[in-house]
């Protein structure tokens, strides 16, 4: 897999919740290499943003790539305020990704923006006959990105969106929604969200086969800078190189 630069030009911006958007660009060399769980650096070019920023490939196809921004600074702001025929910078495709095997049952679960990397897991769980029950939680019910979500009900077996506060027919965190699961239904769990929604799954899932996206701040994006280093049960790790996917057993939770 090569890591590539390219220029993409932006095909679609649409508001898909109250802080969340879908930003469709056109991608060749990049779609068409991108596994599941791996992400892309983009340049935010604006006052004070030197720095690109990480975002996990939400859907591909042969002629495009998808991200789901999550409006919470300066750069998702400005990702979030790009009109069609802009053309933005992209380095990827970035880190390792997540594990597929076909035929398994798997649970996943997923917090904010860690929804992105998920879709793309569950198109490839459902092209390699697994089958997925999903777990969302959202802080509020106007941050769900309903048309997503229908996206996963139509490959998953059960979709469980959970809110902070609601009004909402399940409150609550997605601990409280795991609680209440069969965990012997499953041989694989996929995680991606917020340090602490993973740090508080972690007691309920450690002795399971579960794999957890990591959300650190980076830097460069490409392993260089040491900025993004955890500690791991194998040493120092770097999210953006050795990650951002790891086994839920392999992290010093504790350090997080
Ligand atoms: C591998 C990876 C994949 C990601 N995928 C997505 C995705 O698919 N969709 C999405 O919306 N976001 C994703 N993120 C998070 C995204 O990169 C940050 O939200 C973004 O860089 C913030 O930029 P900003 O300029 O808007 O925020 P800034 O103005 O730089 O910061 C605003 C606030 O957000 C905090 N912040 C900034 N970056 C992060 C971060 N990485 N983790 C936690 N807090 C942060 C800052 O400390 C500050 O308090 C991902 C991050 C990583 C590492
Ligand atoms: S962000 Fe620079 S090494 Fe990971």
Not at 141 to 147: H, Q, T, V
Not at 160 to 186: A, C, M
Request: charged content about 25%; aromatic content about 8%; some cysteine.
């Amino acid at each position: 897999m090569n890591v590539v630069n390219e220029k993409c030009e932006v095909i679609r911006n649409e508001r898909v919740s109250s802080d969340g958007h879908v930003l469709v660009l056109n991608s060749r060399d990049i779609s068409r290499q991108t596994l599941p769980g791996q992400f892309v650096e983009i340049g935010c070019y604006g006052e004070d943003m030197i720095l690109r920023r990480p975002f996990s490939v939400f859907d591909v196809s042969s002629e495009s790539l998808s991200l789901f921004i999550k409006i919470i600074g300066k750069g998702t702001k400005w990702l979030s305020e790009l009109n069609s025929g802009s053309i933005v910078d992209l380095i990827g495709p970035l880190g390792n990704g997540f594990t597929v095997s076909s035929n398994t049952r798997s649970l996943l679960i997923g917090g904010g923006c860690g929804i992105a990397s998920l879709n793309l897991l569950s198109r490839r769980l459902f092209y390699s006959d697994c089958n997925t029950d999903t777990i969302f939680g959202f802080s509020k019910p106007e941050e769900i990105p309903r048309e997503i979500i229908e996206g996963f009900q139509k490959r998953a077996n059960r979709v469980l969106v959970t809110v902070d506060k609601g009004p909402y027919p399940i409150i609550g965190n997605v601990v409280d929604t795991l609680k209440e699961i069969d965990l012997e239904n499953y041989d694989r769990f996929y995680c991606c969200g917020p340090t602490r929604m993973l740090k508080a799954l972690e007691p309920f899932l450690y002795k399971r086969e579960v794999e957890v996206s990591l959300e650190a701040h980076m830097a460069c994006g490409i392993g260089v800078c040491y900025g993004c280093t955890i500690n791991t049960k194998h040493g120092s790790k770097r999210v953006c190189l050795d990650g951002p996917v790891f086994k839920m057993e392999e992290v010093e939770w504790n350090e997080m």
